[in-house]
């Protein structure tokens, strides 16, 4: 096992049923990945993670963008979920999202998920990195107590160490004051 090169702590806001209530919703502007959830219309089962992207632009504008919407059309039962660098790790920048959603798209297929975008699934992430997903109510600063079930097979805390996937699930509030 590699040293852990790279440490990044995404911020999650979700779930939108609309691109439009991304649009309307403070801060968004400043994402630069999205997940989409839901199921195709053969699917049986619950909703899980459909797509993973990313986006120099407002995540909105990039959703609404005609051959986007033609992807989207696939999946029934959506919901939007997007996220940032933590203002914390001042990571935003191309490279560093094209690593995460790689790292995401290749986790998830490893996972058995059938995803839309599967582009990226002949390569893997080029270091050892772990990626912190901390989940947000829209439109509040406010952290969800619990995840949803639809993002249940993305891991709070994911490690890749170069050859093999951890991960940890659950991280839960502890209250020292009371």
């Avoid at 439009?20 to 999205?34: A, H, P, R």
């Avoid at 109510?137 to 891991?155: F, I, Y």
């Avoid at 160490?161 to 991960?167: A, L, N, Q, S, V």
């Amino acid at each position: 096992m590699e040293e852990i090169k790279k440490l990044y702590v995404l911020e999650w806001y979700g779930p939108y049923d609309s691109i439009e209530g991304i649009w309307y919703d403070n801060g968004t502007e400043e994402c630069s990945i999205y997940l989409i959830t839901g199921k195709e219309k053969y699917e049986r089962g619950e909703e899980h993670i459909k797509y993973v992207g990313i986006t120099k632009r407002d995540p909105a504008k990039r959703l609404n963008d005609r051959d986007h919407q033609e992807k989207q059309q696939k999946i029934a039962y959506k919901k939007y979920w997007v996220g940032r660098f933590s203002r914390i790790s001042n990571k935003n920048s191309r490279a560093n999202a094209e690593l995460i959603e790689t790292l995401f798209i290749h986790f998830l297929y490893i996972e058995g998920r059938r995803l839309i975008n599967d582009k990226k699934l002949k390569k893997i992430p080029d270091c050892p990195l772990t990626v912190l997903n901390r989940w947000y109510l829209k439109k509040q600063d406010s952290h969800r107590v619990n995840k949803p079930r639809r993002l249940s097979e993305l891991p709070d805390v994911l490690l890749f160490d170069g050859m093999e996937y951890w991960g940890a699930d659950k991280l839960k509030f502890l209250n020292y004051e009371e």
